[in-house]
């Protein structure tokens, strides 16, 4: 298991900033969960950059509870609620998340909104290279993890109650916007050249090409559960980003992983995927491709420019939140440390797109 790995896995003591009445919690449960029956064991994950995330554990099964973290917060961060309700909406599609069990918008419960889902069991892989398989079995994780961005893609949002998550339309307008706003708002966190140069060049270089669909925000290897023994994917994690965006965007941001040192998040930089097993990042895209009924997708280096970028803003939202002494995970510096890094490779990608 890799150092990072070691950072992210398992539950342990919760944090002194981040303890909460757990007789309360129980409480709510017995009220509003089906089927819980106590007693209650509360315990805090590793990981997790920005809601603060909890095993419950019980003598019959075990569930996740998802918090805002304590202290004051930027407008529009942390929304469990939409975490919640496209967990719920898109288990009714048959696609592979959580149970949800409930919401809870009562700050008087613990402190802050929250939401308990099942606890899934299975495989999840901190590196992208996959070392703990062969690679037959890479090759099939990678293409489970394409299928399942492509089905997600194809869900009819509108069907599914979901019609009103997002604004559809002008969503490169839009996201550019917003970022680059709580980028320029958080002074604390301080100003970065590359990301001034990427806040000036991405409005005007935004592509004619615009369709909708529901967007996960954040579709990494380490945001999956893989079947303990099969290479398929039982379910997606972690959708506080996720809204009515561009499809094209979304798998960008996947695919990312082909241009991402391993040290940042998990990526491929550096790594001999042909040795791997691992497709390239022209075949990957090409299947996508294949799968949603494209014929290609020419508009693609100008979609990872604008999401090295976005995870750029969002690295940036997490040095504020160290420097306010509000960020909900231990690993919150070390992404502050590699910022610089990643603006750089971020001007790169927008370089690689046209920019001059």
């Not at 809870?104 to 901190?126: K, L, S």
């Not at 990494?220 to 303990?228: A, L």
């Not at 809204?243 to 082909?258: I, R, V």
Request: glycine residues 10%.
């Amino acid at each position: 298991m890799s150092a990072k790995a070691d950072d992210n896995v398992g539950a342990g003591a919760i944090r002194a900033d981040h303890r909460f009445d757990e007789a309360a919690l129980a409480r709510w449960m017995e009220a509003n969960v089906d089927g819980f029956a106590g007693p209650l064991t509360v315990e805090q994950f590793k990981g997790g950059q920005s809601n603060p995330t909890y095993k419950l554990i019980t003598p019959g099964r075990a569930y996740v509870l998802r918090r805002k973290p304590p202290g004051q917060l930027l407008k529009g961060a942390h929304a469990v609620d939409r975490e919640a309700r496209v967990i719920a909406a898109l288990g009714t599609a048959g696609f592979p998340v959580p149970r949800m069990f409930g919401l809870c918008t009562d700050e008087a419960v613990i402190g802050t909104w929250f939401y308990v889902m099942e606890m899934v069991e299975g495989r999840i892989f901190w590196d992208a290279t996959i070392p703990e398989v062969g690679n037959a079995e890479r090759a099939a994780l990678f293409d489970a993890m394409n299928a399942t961005i492509a089905d997600l893609h194809k869900v009819d949002y509108a069907a599914i109650g979901l019609g009103d998550y997002g604004r559809p339309g002008n969503y490169f307008a839009r996201q550019i916007a917003r970022w680059s706003q709580q980028y320029l708002d958080d002074a604390e966190a301080g100003r970065d050249p590359n990301m001034d140069r990427l806040v000036a060049w991405l409005p005007d270089n935004i592509p004619a090409a615009d369709e909708t669909a529901i967007t996960h925000g954040d579709f990494r290897i380490d945001n999956m559960i893989f079947h303990p023994t099969e290479p398929r994917v039982i379910a997606v994690l972690d959708w506080e980003l996720s809204t009515l965006g561009h499809p094209g965007a979304d798998f960008a941001y996947h695919a990312m992983m082909y241009r991402m040192p391993p040290h940042i998040v998990a990526g491929l930089g550096g790594a001999d995927i042909a040795a791997l097993g691992i497709p390239d990042e022209a075949d990957y895209l090409a299947a996508y491709c294949r799968r949603t009924g494209r014929d290609a997708m020419p508009e693609y280096d100008f979609y990872v420019a604008f999401n090295f970028f976005r995870l750029a803003a969002i690295f940036h939202g997490i040095k504020g939140r160290v420097i306010r002494g509000t960020a909900s995970s231990a690993q919150a510096k070390e992404r502050v440390g590699v910022l610089p890094e990643l603006t750089a490779i971020a001007w790169e990608q927008a370089v690689r797109a046209g920019a001059r």
